[in-house]
């Protein structure tokens, strides 16, 4: 079977890039993208490319190539379904805040909605994609969905979970590792896999596309992030037995890092691990575990995101207990507040915990972030556990030039590991702080040794100093 329409349900960090790439990559292909989110689809439609919602390195010309040629973002969900052959679901699967698995599972009610509008509007049949990242055998309640709310028309259902990271999005989409398909092994089911296979065919090659059945691949999505972030939570754990001892994490790391056997990605020790799908799918896993009765399997899983809460608190108290034990009325500067350089994502962004302790502190926070503005900063406090965003308003505030930001501070948290601060003019930063002025690295992006010379008194996650 050719594809020549696909439409994919949700505008967001997966539904933009991905279609716009597929939509690069397959000019024959029609591909719309729908939403909701009436801002969010105007944005994708702006005519200035520099507008649209997510900033990722090199989207913006992706978009500007195929919009209006190919690739059309729209609200018209019936419109898009009834035209589509294959239909990618991306809708947020957030972890559930209500109900059984209250904090643990996964929110399905978006994906539930989806395949019931799907199953509604097709009139023929199509194919049904999850691009979304779900807990496994979620494809069996979709189909059970379709079939029995259909109106007679065959579905197939196919799991094709995503991998990339955001601030890379375009370039893990152009050059992915690997893509992963899953599906049924009937004839019809191998017809739709295959369908699929050939479109990614176009840019990828052949042996890196992997087939395997339902199951595994939405198991293997699942797995592959509660892998990476546990990397990040060992090396974390390990930065906290280096700040005692007198060893440097970032020695420890390359040292480890050069045995082909563990590699030298995703060890840097840092202020802890953030963004909007590491914790949400490990206590996902954890919860399937669970409900499988499977006790140790999930404590086993759960000790990754206690690590990482307990290291984003341990770094919040680092900054009190330097301070002479109290950060009240003091000045405290964050320099970064998405969760990493390069997105203007700041969804579970470590930056937002340490605020939330810091505020409960009483001190007053100045951030400064190249893509996040005061707006969303606020937002996101709304969700704390320590304090009420509304008490503490007066004591946030965000800047739109990094040495406005850190003017008269007692101290700097470095939160997100943006290039630009590498390159600050730190001596001119300093002269313009109070005495004696504090830099907390939660990155290791600093050059330990030319800010100390400077003046500053240096603590990095991990080092002893
Ligand atoms: P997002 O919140 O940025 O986007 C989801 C969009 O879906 C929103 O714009 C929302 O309005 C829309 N939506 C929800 N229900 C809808 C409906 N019924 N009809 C139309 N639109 C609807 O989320 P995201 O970051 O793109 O993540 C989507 C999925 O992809 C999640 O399951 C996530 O775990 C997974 N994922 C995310 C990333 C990432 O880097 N963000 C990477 C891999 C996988
Ligand atoms: C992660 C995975 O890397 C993607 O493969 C996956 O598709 C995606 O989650 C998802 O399912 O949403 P992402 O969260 O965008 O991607 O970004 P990462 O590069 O994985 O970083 C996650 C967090 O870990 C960031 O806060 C980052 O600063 C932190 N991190 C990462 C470290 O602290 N140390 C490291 O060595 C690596």
């Known amino acids: 079977m050719k594809i020549t329409s696909i439409c994919c349900i949700g505008a967001g960090y997966v539904g933009g890039p991905t279609m716009a790439i597929i939509a690069q990559k397959c000019p024959d292909i029609k591909v719309t993208v729908v939403d909701l989110n009436i801002e969010r689809i105007a944005a994708w439609n702006d005519p200035d490319v520099n507008n649209i919602?997510?900033?990722?390195?090199?989207?913006?010309?992706?978009?500007?190539?195929?919009?209006?040629?190919?690739?059309?973002?729209?609200?018209?969900?019936?419109?898009?379904?009834?035209?589509?052959?294959?239909?990618?679901?991306?809708?947020?699967?957030?972890?559930?805040?209500?109900?059984?698995?209250?904090?643990?599972?996964?929110?399905?009610?978006?994906?539930?909605?989806?395949?019931?509008?799907?199953?509604?509007?097709?009139?023929?049949?199509?194919?049904?994609?999850?691009?979304?990242?779900?807990?496994?055998?979620?494809a069996e309640a979709i189909k059970n969905i379709l079939d029995?709310?259909?109106?007679?028309?065959?579905?197939?259902?196919?799991?094709?979970?995503?991998?990339?990271?955001?601030?890379?999005?375009?370039?893990?989409?152009?050059?992915?590792?690997?893509?992963?398909?899953?599906?049924?092994?009937?004839?019809?089911?191998?017809?739709?896999?295959?369908?699929?296979?050939?479109?990614?065919a176009n840019w990828v090659a052949k042996e890196n596309i992997l087939t395997t059945n339902l199951w595994s691949s939405e198991l293997s999505k699942l797995t592959a992030n509660a892998f990476l972030a546990q990397r990040v939570s060992s090396i974390n754990a390990m930065s906290e037995l280096c700040e005692k001892t007198g060893a440097d994490v970032n020695e420890v790391a390359k040292a480890i890092g050069m045995d082909s056997r563990i590699g030298s990605k995703f060890l840097k020790a840092s202020v802890g691990f953030g963004g909007s799908c590491f914790q949400k799918d490990i206590l996902n896993l954890v919860y399937i575990a669970k409900s499988y009765g499977l006790n140790e399997v999930a404590d086993y899983w759960e000790q990754v995101v206690i690590m990482n809460d307990h290291q984003k608190r341990r770094f919040a108290n680092n900054i009190v207990q330097t301070l002479y034990n109290t950060v009240a009325d003091k000045k405290i500067t964050f320099l970064g507040w998405a969760f990493k350089k390069d997105t203007n994502d700041t969804r579970e962004s470590a930056a937002i915990n340490v605020a939330d302790y810091l505020l409960f502190e009483q001190a007053n926070i100045a951030v400064f972030d190249p893509k996040v503005r005061k707006k969303q900063i606020i937002a996101d406090l709304s969700y704390l556990n320590e304090i009420d965003v509304n008490d503490f308003k007066k004591n946030i505030d965000a800047f739109e030039d990094p040495y406005e930001a850190c003017k008269n501070a007692h101290a700097i948290a470095i939160m997100t590991e943006w290039d630009e601060f590498k390159s600050y003019d730190w001596k001119r930063i300093y002269d313009a702080m109070q005495k004696p002025a504090f830099i907390f690295d939660g990155r290791n992006i600093l050059d330990a040794e030319k800010i100390k010379a400077i003046g500053f008194i240096f603590s990095a996650v991990g080092s002893s100093n």
């Open 53 to 138: 919602p997510i900033y990722e390195p090199g989207l913006s010309d992706l978009v500007a190539e195929a919009r209006g040629r190919n690739l059309f973002f729209s609200t018209e969900v019936d419109k898009a379904i009834d035209e589509s052959q294959m239909i990618f679901i991306s809708v947020n699967t957030p972890t559930k805040t209500y109900g059984l698995g209250k904090g643990m599972a996964a929110d399905l009610k978006y994906i539930e909605l989806c395949a019931r509008q799907i199953a509604s509007v097709a009139k023929d049949n199509k194919i049904v994609v999850e691009k979304s990242t779900l807990p496994v055998r979620t």
């Open 148 to 200: 029995n709310t259909g109106n007679g028309v065959q579905f197939q259902i196919l799991s094709n979970p995503e991998f990339l990271a955001e601030g890379t999005a375009v370039q893990d989409l152009q050059n992915p590792d690997r893509v992963l398909i899953g599906g049924n092994n009937s004839p019809e089911g191998m017809e739709a896999i295959n369908a699929l296979v050939e479109i990614y």
